[in-house]
């Protein structure tokens, strides 16, 4: 489990928080269950009307990754491909199914199954290159509910400072509760920005970076597939590999 985000979310708030104290604040001042119902039921409300039931099931799925990322282990991928291309080069493209059981990514075992099915390095190409292409469209269709959340929240907390205004204008007899009543209005808009840009948004573009680091892997397989078709000798296929792997090995190195 990767607990950054969950400390990112604290840094932001806390920081808020602890802002306000040293001005002055009282964290009470700050506390509002109708106004973080209004932003968050209203966000997400809206966010469903717009969006199709299997966008909602990718949702749930996709969604966990925010802290288990499980990014696949490129170094790991490479030594497969390697391993299966020295066996396609020695004792032909049929052998490598004796090796298929040992190989943990299922899109690369996919791959080098249907080449040992006969299947030409075009056709793997064309088929895994719309598996790919489909999964990223899920994916990243999830991360942009989630922006749309955040989009929408700083609107909904609006509506949620104009109600709270209408209520102090229909009990201006009561002086002395005005001024509260009015700053009780804003801490909707309050929520409305802080969730959008300290939550919403943010959980959007980090679930975008994990789609794009599947679809660069996704990539990395697919030329790795290509060369083993191609009978690459291990030299050619690991530089075509290093591609990928750079920025990888950089930081295990560090």
Known sequence: MDPSPLLATLLGFG?????????????????S?????IVVGGSLGATWLGSTNEELKNLVKFTPRLVRPVLADRNKLATDMLKASNVARR???LAVEGILPQIEDSYLRKGLQMLVD????????KILELEAEIEEHHHVAVAKLWETVGAFGPTVGIVGAVLGLIHVMNNLDDAAAVGPGI???FTATLYGVG???????????????????????????LTGLDAIAAGS????????LAVYQHGHKKKEAA
């Open 15 to 31: 920081a808020i928080l602890i802002g306000n104290v040293l001005e002055g604040g009282h964290l009470s001042s700050l506390l």
């Open 33 to 37: 269950g109708i106004s973080l119902l």
């Open 91 to 93: 004792e032909g493209m």
């Open 118 to 125: 006969g299947h030409s390095a075009e056709d793997v190409r």
């Open 183 to 185: 700053a009780a209005a």
């Open 195 to 221: 969730f959008a840009n300290l939550t919403f948004i943010p959980v959007g573009n980090r679930l975008k970076k994990i789609a794009n680091s599947d679809m660069e892997v996704r990539q990395m397989v």
């Open 233 to 240: 000798n291990a030299r050619q296929l690991e530089e075509m």
